[in-house]
């Protein structure tokens, strides 16, 4: 039921290359592949819409403008111990926008999915 989940849209340079990177490395689950074009994965109460060039999400804007991968909007995952999430993450080789940012709520960085696209990885201060 599309209702139960909270929905973000990326839009991605490789939906296959996306959805091994989302079900591999963090956690989501494959819902729907419609090949080159789209699919969709879940983690808990989020889709997460995996838009390739071919999508109608990645269509031109009436003025040209063209949605392309990357930006700064992201999702939030929690994770349990930010420093061995970080870890592993980078054990597989993936591109880090920062180091490890320490505030009052918490321990924060943001890490690229295959397009660009980022994704915080939040741990909450205890």
């Known amino acids: 039921m599309p209702e139960a989940f909270v929905s973000v849209r ?44 071919a999508s109608s ?25 930010i420093t061995a999430e970080v870890e592993r993450l980078r054990k597989a080789d993936l591109s880090f926008r920062n180091d490890i940012l320490k505030g009052v709520g918490g321990s924060q960085i943001l890490l690229d999915d295959p397009s660009g696209n980022p994704i915080e990885l939040f741990e909450p201060a205890h």
């Open 10 to 53: 990326y839009i991605v340079d490789d939906v296959t290359a996306s959805i091994e990177f989302y079900t591999t490395l963090l956690g989501f689950t494959l819902q729907h592949d419609a090949g080159a074009a789209f699919a969709s994965v879940t983690r808990g109460n989020l889709r997460l819409l995996l838009s390739g060039k």
């Open 57 to 81: 999400g990645a269509q031109a804007m009436p003025d040209g403008r063209q949605p392309i991968p990357g930006g700064w909007n992201r999702i939030l995952l929690i994770v349990p111990n």
